[in-house]
């Protein structure tokens, strides 16, 4: 499907490439995050998840917000080039923070400018996909080979980013430190810069739409009309509380409505999983730097084994799609549902590895080699729900509703790290063991929780336009 370069816009490439360098600078900045803010801010190890989980919330909040400015009121070409100098700024402040000993001014600014970086980011990244998406002006079977790309691009551009940044923190010296965070922070500066560059290039190419409105202010104006006129109409019952909106919204909106709704529902639980998922560039990584490291003919850094789950994914991705998925069809499990579940009880059992490796560590010195089956175990669980969660969302949901629901699995991503920014702040558990089999089992519990809504779901696939 790749080799079908004359079906791809030549727009698509400038954007294409702006993605990568969006996606390098994103990934890049997580993979040192909780060691700079550990190692550099001084702060401690749950303080340091807390924070780092925070910034995920804004990564994937955000994007909803980047929509609405776009289509209510700049366009998607103003919007990314607007947010890309700002993610470059901020990026550049933060490096150039690190250039000075830390006090309550660094510390305050620092944190400051990381959440902007997220916020922008996650501005960035669902608009970057959609303008992709509208260079396609009535080619819409060719939006396959773009979202083959797209995905491509992704893996790559995190595994790059994520495998190179540790490399300018720990290898590299500058200004007489043994470490050079400004270097860490400063070329994926340089990457987002290159993207707005690349988008100015591009410029005189592109299709831009220009605002039309935003499709889920107005969803959420119908929600809370119809919920205000339920409450003030107690005696007047309806067979459907959003119907109560009709008058206002018109009919074929309320049921469309109803419909996001319902697929709401059903994955809401998956907010667990995201929660339970995030923490491999977190918690991981701490567990990871009380590991050795030498492999004899080179040194792995604990914050580059997050480009463990980029390596497992792309590798994985063809065995699911081409064994895997047939294989759980030809026994009768054909449902995405199925898939959810199975890859949330793979995140519970790549959760329990952890904690039979944390057990090690406390007795040992042992190899960060060891860290490998766990990573695996997540990346395979991450292509059987994200790929199935994406896929059901898209297909049960009414055509003109599907921007809404992919922008809610972003939000839905935003609540499980805000989950795990709770849970870590509040620093329940004496040892890492027991809070890695806790979240286990809650995995466990919410993906029962889930099996059981889904059993009471009726498909809702109407209006469904295939890519």
Known sequence: MFLNYQKVPKPVYFILAAKFMEIYCSNGISAILVVYLNKNLNLDESTSTSIYHMNEVLSFLFPLFGAIIAESYYGLFKTITAMCLVTFISNAIVAGSTLWSVNNFILSISLFCLSIIFASLGSIRSNLVTFGADQYQGEFINLKIYFSLQMFVVKIGSLIGRITTPIFREDFKCFNVNSCYFLAFGVPALAILFGFLIMMIGRKFFI?????????????????????????????????????????????????????????????????????FMQQGSRWIFQAMRMNGNLGFMTLKPDQMIAMNSVFS????????????PLLDKIGLKSLLHRIAIGGFLCCISFIMAAFVEIYIQKNFISMLWLIPQFAILALSENFVYISLIEFAYSETPDGMKSIMTSVVFLIIALGNLF???????????????????????????????????????????????L
């Open 208 to 276: 831009c739409k220009q605002p039309t409105g935003n499709l889920f202010v107005k969803t959420c104006h119908s929600i809370f009309y119809a919920l205000k006129f339920k409450i003030k109409n107690k005696n007047r019952s309806k067979s459907h509380w959003m119907n109560y909106a009709e008058d206002k919204f018109g009919r074929d909106h309320v049921d469309a409505t109803k419909t996001v709704l319902e697929t709401l529902l059903i994955i809401l639980p998956t907010a667990i999983y995201w929660a339970v």
């Open 314 to 325: 792309i590798l994985l991705l063809p065995i699911c799609t081409q064994i895997c998925f």
């Open 420 to 466: 795990i920014t709770v849970i870590s702040g509040l620093k329940l558990f004496e040892t890492q063991v027991y809070e890695y089999l806790f979240f286990a089992c809650i995995l466990f519990v919410d993906m029962i929780i889930f099996i059981v809504l889904s059993n009471n779901y009726n498909s809702n696939k109407i209006m469904i336009t295939r």
